[in-house]
Protein backbone atom coordinates (compact mmCIF):
# COMPACT_ATOMS: atom_id res chain seq x y z
CA UNK A 1 0.00 0.00 0.00
CA UNK A 2 1.29 3.56 -0.73
CA UNK A 3 1.60 6.29 1.85
CA UNK A 4 2.63 9.29 1.71
CA UNK A 5 2.99 11.10 5.22
CA UNK A 6 3.75 14.91 4.97
CA UNK A 7 4.88 17.02 7.97
CA UNK A 8 6.69 19.87 8.65
CA UNK A 9 4.18 22.59 8.32
CA UNK A 10 3.48 25.49 10.26
CA UNK A 11 3.21 29.26 11.07
CA UNK A 12 5.53 31.74 10.26
CA UNK A 13 6.09 35.26 9.37
CA UNK A 14 7.13 36.56 6.39
CA UNK A 15 10.96 35.88 5.51
CA UNK A 16 11.02 32.90 7.65
CA UNK A 17 11.84 29.73 6.62
CA UNK A 18 10.14 26.26 7.01
CA UNK A 19 11.14 22.50 5.87
CA UNK A 20 8.32 19.90 4.72
CA UNK A 21 9.38 16.39 4.95
CA UNK A 22 7.52 13.88 2.99
CA UNK A 23 8.34 9.91 3.40
CA UNK A 24 7.39 7.14 1.49
CA UNK A 25 6.90 3.66 1.52
CA UNK A 26 4.71 0.49 0.08
CA UNK A 27 5.97 1.38 -3.93
CA UNK A 28 9.63 1.42 -5.58
CA UNK A 29 10.64 4.79 -4.70
CA UNK A 30 14.33 4.77 -6.58
CA UNK A 31 13.19 5.64 -9.98
CA UNK A 32 10.07 7.78 -9.63
CA UNK A 33 9.25 11.71 -9.62
CA UNK A 34 7.96 13.04 -6.40
CA UNK A 35 6.55 16.61 -6.50
CA UNK A 36 5.49 18.82 -3.74
CA UNK A 37 2.04 20.82 -4.91
CA UNK A 38 -0.31 23.45 -2.72
CA UNK A 39 -3.41 24.62 -2.67
CA UNK A 40 -4.79 27.83 -1.18
CA UNK A 41 -8.24 28.52 -0.28
CA UNK A 42 -10.28 29.91 -3.44
CA UNK A 43 -7.49 29.21 -5.46
CA UNK A 44 -6.54 25.92 -7.73
CA UNK A 45 -3.76 23.69 -7.22
CA UNK A 46 -0.25 24.34 -8.39
CA UNK A 47 2.94 22.52 -8.59
CA UNK A 48 5.55 23.80 -6.45
CA UNK A 49 8.46 21.16 -7.07
CA UNK A 50 9.36 17.84 -8.47
CA UNK A 51 12.15 15.78 -8.02
CA UNK A 52 13.10 12.64 -9.84
CA UNK A 53 14.60 9.92 -7.23
CA UNK A 54 16.52 8.15 -9.39
CA UNK A 55 18.76 10.94 -10.95
CA UNK A 56 17.94 13.70 -8.44
CA UNK A 57 17.25 16.14 -11.01
CA UNK A 58 15.22 18.60 -9.87
CA UNK A 59 12.52 21.25 -11.32
CA UNK A 60 10.46 24.00 -9.93
CA UNK A 61 7.93 26.45 -10.44
CA UNK A 62 8.88 30.39 -11.48
CA UNK A 63 7.24 31.98 -7.83
CA UNK A 64 9.71 29.80 -5.60
CA UNK A 65 12.79 29.65 -7.91
CA UNK A 66 15.83 30.69 -5.67
CA UNK A 67 13.45 30.27 -2.44
CA UNK A 68 12.46 27.02 -2.23
CA UNK A 69 14.98 23.52 -2.61
CA UNK A 70 13.54 19.91 -3.10
CA UNK A 71 16.21 17.50 -2.15
CA UNK A 72 15.39 13.64 -1.04
CA UNK A 73 17.14 10.97 1.61
CA UNK A 74 17.13 7.94 -0.56
CA UNK A 75 17.72 5.46 2.26
CA UNK A 76 15.12 7.16 4.42
CA UNK A 77 12.60 7.27 1.12
CA UNK A 78 12.22 10.97 2.14
CA UNK A 79 11.48 13.99 -0.06
CA UNK A 80 12.19 17.71 1.54
CA UNK A 81 11.34 20.81 0.66
CA UNK A 82 13.43 23.49 1.90
CA UNK A 83 11.28 27.13 1.84
CA UNK A 84 13.16 29.83 2.75
CA UNK A 85 12.34 33.84 2.47
CA UNK A 86 8.58 32.86 2.71
CA UNK A 87 6.14 35.30 1.82
CA UNK A 88 2.62 35.73 2.73
CA UNK A 89 1.52 34.44 -0.46
CA UNK A 90 2.73 31.16 0.20
CA UNK A 91 0.62 30.63 2.99
CA UNK A 92 -1.29 27.07 1.77
CA UNK A 93 -1.81 23.38 2.15
CA UNK A 94 1.12 21.76 1.31
CA UNK A 95 0.59 18.16 -0.46
CA UNK A 96 3.29 15.15 -1.87
CA UNK A 97 2.79 13.35 -4.82
CA UNK A 98 4.10 10.63 -6.54
CA UNK A 99 4.02 9.36 -10.42
CA UNK A 100 2.05 6.55 -10.93
CA UNK A 101 4.37 4.84 -12.48
CA UNK A 102 6.63 3.54 -9.96
CA UNK A 103 9.34 3.08 -12.66
CA UNK A 104 9.39 5.98 -14.14
CA UNK A 105 12.06 7.75 -16.35
CA UNK A 106 11.66 10.91 -15.31
CA UNK A 107 9.46 13.92 -14.71
CA UNK A 108 7.57 14.87 -17.38
CA UNK A 109 4.66 17.33 -17.88
CA UNK A 110 2.25 14.93 -18.05
CA UNK A 111 3.69 12.31 -15.12
CA UNK A 112 0.22 11.26 -13.81
CA UNK A 113 0.52 11.93 -9.94
CA UNK A 114 -1.79 9.09 -8.80
CA UNK A 115 -0.48 8.95 -4.86
CA UNK A 116 -1.07 12.19 -2.79
CA UNK A 117 -0.39 12.24 0.59
CA UNK A 118 -2.80 14.15 3.40
CA UNK A 119 -0.88 17.62 3.08
CA UNK A 120 0.58 19.68 5.71
CA UNK A 121 -0.49 23.46 6.42
CA UNK A 122 1.76 26.40 5.91
CA UNK A 123 0.98 30.09 7.05
CA UNK A 124 2.90 32.75 6.17
CA UNK A 125 2.01 35.54 8.28
CA UNK A 126 3.11 39.97 7.21
Known amino acids: QVQLVESGGGSVQAGGSLKLSCAASGYTYSTNCVGWFRQAPGKQREGVARIYTGSGTTYYTDSVKGRFTISQDKPKKTVYLQMNSLKPEDTAMYYC???????????????????WGQGTQVTVSS
Open 97 to 115: AADRNTYGLGCFPRTDFGY
